[in-house]
Structures are given as structure tokens and as C-alpha cells.
């Protein structure tokens, strides 16, 4: 009986039509979970090394000499290689359509030449309490959303060193008053009045508050599966021009970046649609010569010239 049953079943029209097509879809999966595999063992790979790095005391490395010049507050810029990403195809092709739907040619209008900016992240105070820790640059972490973890914060370091990035910006955030980098390396503290003190300690607990809220909130809505979908969406919504009718981000981790910098008092609290609408690459623009396609710092706050972190990295 069973086997009438399966012979039947076999020779059924819709049978060999159901079997075609699973071959056909199966075909071009093939190469996609070779990718996959390929980039998952590369990202572990790249974990290991950097784990069990030999750290020699005295001598810095470069990614340990540009962790010294941020600050809570500054953000910073990946130009990704979408072929590396290791949290699976909706990720890789979000990364892809970012670039290629949010990033523009250059025009003469950012402050970067060169380099297709999709993916960013701000630096945020670390966790430990340890004494002197607030003014430690190793404790400093990045916050940033991603389809791996969803909003996480790492330490900044090790997010740079993990990084393979072909460019990586820093912007410095610089709030009234601020002399960065116009006085000697740890003189700046000496150097700022009262009221720039209190003003750059506040952004600095509204940072740490931001940092636990947002990673609460991930967690509890389970963020890193929404992540890549909403990428998707938000570049299609984009190109099509349909975004302002839809309330989904159109670069998620942008519209993290601008919201932090809202938190902590440097950016114009725009209405949520407006942040919403933010691109990576808005950063790259100067907010006081344009009025739109930037990000709006409240008076007195700017980002300094950009310092180049990395600089097409083949690592």
C-alpha cells in the first residue's frame, strides 16, 4: 500500500513540479551558505587573533593611539565590506543596498573626500566604576545597532581592531567652550571653564543613561532580529521616495547615532520623523552652511575636522 501510495505520488505532475523547483531555489543557495560559512569562520578567526594578541607594555598600537583621541560623544564612520559580514545574507544585503541607495558621490559637500559611509556608531563612557575609569580612553565603548547583536556596546578598541572596514572616520564632538586639540594633551581638563565642565560631565551621564536604556530596550524586543529588515526597508522606502509616510528609520544606525547625540544634549531635538530620516552620511556635512542632508547640532556644539582612523584597510 505504502509503496502504491509513494510511486503514485512520485509520478504526480505537481510532485515532479514541487521537486523542480526546490532544486531551482536550492541551486543559488548554494553559493550564498558557502559565503556564509566562509565569512562566520573568517569573523571567529579574526576574534581569536585579536584575543590573543601579544600586548607589549609601553608600545602602542595605532588602533591604541586613536582610541587616546576620543572622546564620550564623538561618532564615528564605517565604510564596510558588505563581503565580510558575518550575520548572515539579509545582513551582507542590507549593507549592499545602504551603499548603494543612501550614499552619494562625492560632490564637494562632506567633510570626508572619499569612501561610501553606511554604518556608524557613537562613543559612549564603558561600564566599569573603577577610580578614574570616567577619564580612562581604554574604558570608552561604541555604541551601535547591528543584525549580529542588535544595539550593542563594545570596547572601543576591540570594536577597531575586529573591525575590517575600508575606512574608518572619527568625527570629535565639541561642545561650547571645548579646546580639544587646541592645547596640549592632558592639559585640556585645566584649560576649560566651570560651565564647560558641567556642560561636558552632563553629557556624559545622559550618555551613560542613553547606553542603558537603549541596550534594555534591545534585549526586551529582541532588536537583532528586526535589524536587517528594517535596513532593507529602510533603503527601499528611500529610493522609491515613499519613506516620509512610513515611520521606519531609513539608516537604523544613524537614526541610534542622532537620538544619542539628542540624549545628551548636542543635537536639535527634531521631531521623530526628521530623525528618522537621517543618513550615515549626513554626519559628513556641516549642519551651520547646510540646512538640509546634515545632522543639526544645537549652538555652540560641532564636530571637529575628521581624523582618519583606518584608511582602505585590506585586514
Known sequence: MASKFLSRLNNHPRTKLAVQLSFSALIPAIPILIWSHNAKEEREERRHDVSTRLRIPSVQTIDELMVEKCQPGDVILFDRRCECCASGAAAALGCLLGK????????????????SYEHCGIVVPGQSTAKGAEHDPSNLCLLEANSGSGIVCRPLLTRLEMSRSRSVILLPLSCPGDRRYEVEYGDEESSLS????????????????????WLSDSTSQQYQNQHSTLSIMGALLYLTGLYPTFPIPISPSAWLVVSALQGCGAAMKLNEKQSQQTRVEDFTRDGRFFEKDTVRLRPGWKFLSPVVMRETSVS
Open 100 to 115: 548603494a541607495i543612501l550614499c552619494e558621490e562625492e560632490d564637494g559637500t562632506r567633510s570626508v573626500e572619499k569612501g
Open 194 to 213: 566651570e560651565n564647560t565642565k558641567f556642560l561636558k560631565q552632563q553629557s556624559h551621564d545622559e550618555l551613560v543613561k542613553f547606553r542603558e536604556k
